[in-house]
């Protein structure tokens, strides 16, 4: 769920309307033309007279944007939120994990001074995790979202790309425990985390 805008890109010496759209690790372009740039294949990247000029090794793709989305797109680009920026984690916040998570992420908590419950949540915790590989992992969502107070919100992630567990399931599971999904992250290269909270009537 990125910026998307209507716009002209100029590459490999053609003129192309249509949508670029800047997630969160990437640029894509949608059009007669189709350009996906990810951001660790970009050598070079300006923000001038409105246009975003992107240089790869498969040459130059110049973005007619405008100036204030130009200068937005290249800081995002060139100083890209952490993953607990995206996920909303402020520091010395409460943390509930539920399930495996990678080390690195764990590391990251601890450094943002996290304080980490696992497998139960505190009083008044903010945010809550709950890692899921199978859709057997997903029978867990009924009883943590009956835990839930307030504004609390539950991160659900999953692997991306997998048959096991896909979207559909995840936002299912929410959804049938009384959730509402409000905004998706990537979590990893291969995961992809949903965010959701209970509806306002039942806080």
């Known amino acids: 769920m990125g910026t998307q805008l ?5 590459h490999a010496g053609k003129s192309i309307s249509g949508k670029a759209l800047l997630e969160s690790s990437e640029i894509l372009f949608r059009g007669d ?30 973005f007619e944007l405008g100036a204030k989305i130009a200068a937005e797109w290249h800081q ?9 920026e995206k996920l909303g984690v402020k520091p010395g916040q409460s943390v509930a994990l ?13 450094t943002h001074g996290a304080r980490i419950a696992e497998n139960k949540i505190a009083k008044d915790t903010p945010w809550i995790f709950l890692a899921n590989n199978e859709k ?6 009924s009883s943590i979202a009956r835990q839930m107070q307030g504004p ?3 991160w659900l992630v ?19 425990a009384g959730l509402v999904d409000t905004k998706v992250v990537s979590f990893s290269p291969t995961h992809t985390a949903l965010k959701f909270v209970r509806r306002k009537s039942s806080r």
């Open 6 to 10: 209507s716009c002209t890109l100029r």
């Open 33 to 62: 033309t189709r350009l996906k740039i990810p951001f660790n294949t970009i050598m070079k990247i300006n923000a001038t007279d409105g246009e975003l000029h992107v240089q790869t090794k498969d040459g130059l793709a110049i």
């Open 76 to 84: 995002k680009i060139t100083n890209p939120k952490s993953v607990l």
């Open 98 to 110: 539920f399930g495996s998570f990678p080390s690195d992420f764990l590391a990251r908590l601890k």
């Open 136 to 141: 057997t992992d997903l029978r867990r969502v």
């Open 152 to 154: 609390a919100a539950l």
């Open 158 to 176: 999953y692997p991306k790309g997998q048959r096991s567990i896909t979207e559909s399931d995840v936002r299912s599971a929410g959804l049938q």
